[in-house]
C-alpha cells in the first residue's frame, strides 16, 4: 500500500476516535517510522503539485499564521492541493514571545478550519526573528503553556513544538515534555526524544523552487 494512502487510513481512524485531547506520543508514533515530509510557506512561492508527486514525500507541514494578526498568504491554496493529493498534512503557528498568548491563538483558529484527518498543528518556537519576551520567565512559559492548552482544546490533539536545540534547552526542557518535539538539527540527529527531525534547510524538491526544508519522522 502506498504510505500516503496508509498515512490517510491512519487519521481516518485516529479522528474517529473521541473528540478529547489525546496523550502526547512519545517521538515515534506521530507518524509512520521515516517518513518523508517538507514545510512550506509563502517563502517557497507557487509549488508545481503535479512534480511534487513524484518526489517522495509523505507529509507537509503549511505554515499557517504567525503572532497575531498575520497570515500566510499561500497557507489555503497549499492546504487544499496537499489535501486532495493524499497527504499528510498539518498546519503551523509562529509563535511571537513579544505578544500575548490570546490574540495568537485566534489567529490561528480561524485561519486553520479543519479539525477532523489531520497531523496535529504545530506551533514553531525559536529565536530567529523573533522578540524579547514581555513576561518574566516563569510568566512566559505561562504564556505559552495557555495557547497550547488552548489548541490541543480546540483540534483535540497534543501540538507539536517545532524548535532548535537552543530554545529547547532554555525554554522547553523540563517544562514542556509532554508535547511532541519537531527538532531542528542540521549538524546532524538530534540528542534527544523527537518526533521529527528538521535535517536539511538547503534541500531540493521537485516541484519546490529553490531550497526547501526536509523532515524525517523518527525511526
Not at 473521541?18 to 517510522?33: D, N, R, T, Y
Request: glycine share 8%; net charge negative; aromatic share 12%.
Amino acid at each position: 500500500m502506498d504510505l500516503r494512502l496508509t498515512l490517510f487510513c491512519v487519521f481516518l481512524a485516529l479522528s474517529a476516535c473521541s473528540a478529547e485531547p489525546s496523550a502526547a506520543p512519545s517521538g515515534p508514533g506521530l507518524l509512520p517510522p521515516g517518513a518523508a515530509g517538507i514545510d512550506l510557506s509563502h517563502h517557497n512561492g507557487a509549488v508545481n503539485w503535479d512534480l511534487l508527486e513524484g518526489a517522495g514525500i509523505d507529509f507537509i507541514y503549511l505554515k499557517a499564521t504567525e503572532g497575531r494578526d498575520w497570515t500566510d498568504a499561500d497557507f489555503q491554496q497549499n492546504w487544499i492541493e496537499a489535501t486532495r493529493r493524499g497527504y499528510a498534512v498539518g498546519a503551523y503557528h509562529f509563535y511571537i514571545l513579544c505578544k500575548p498568548w490570546e490574540a495568537q491563538a485566534v489567529n490561528f483558529i480561524r485561519a486553520v478550519e479543519v479539525r477532523d484527518g489531520t497531523l496535529p498543528p504545530a506551533v514553531d518556537l525559536e529565536y530567529a526573528h523573533n522578540c524579547k519576551p514581555f513576561r518574566d520567565a516563569a510568566g512566559t512559559k505561562a504564556e505559552l503553556r495557555a495557547f497550547l492548552d488552548r489548541l490541543e482544546a480546540e483540534y483535540g490533539a497534543v501540538p507539536v513544538l517545532y524548535t532548535t536545540k537552543e530554545f529547547y534547552t532554555d525554554w522547553i526542557a523540563g517544562s514542556f515534555d509532554r508535547y511532541p518535539l519537531w527538532i531542528r538539527s542540521v549538524e546532524g540527529a538530534p540528542d534527544m526524544p523527537y518526533a521529527i527531525w528538521q535535517h536539511s534547510m538547503r534541500g531540493k524538491v521537485a516541484g519546490v523552487k529553490g531550497d526547501v526544508d526536509l523532515n524525517r519522522a523518527a525511526e
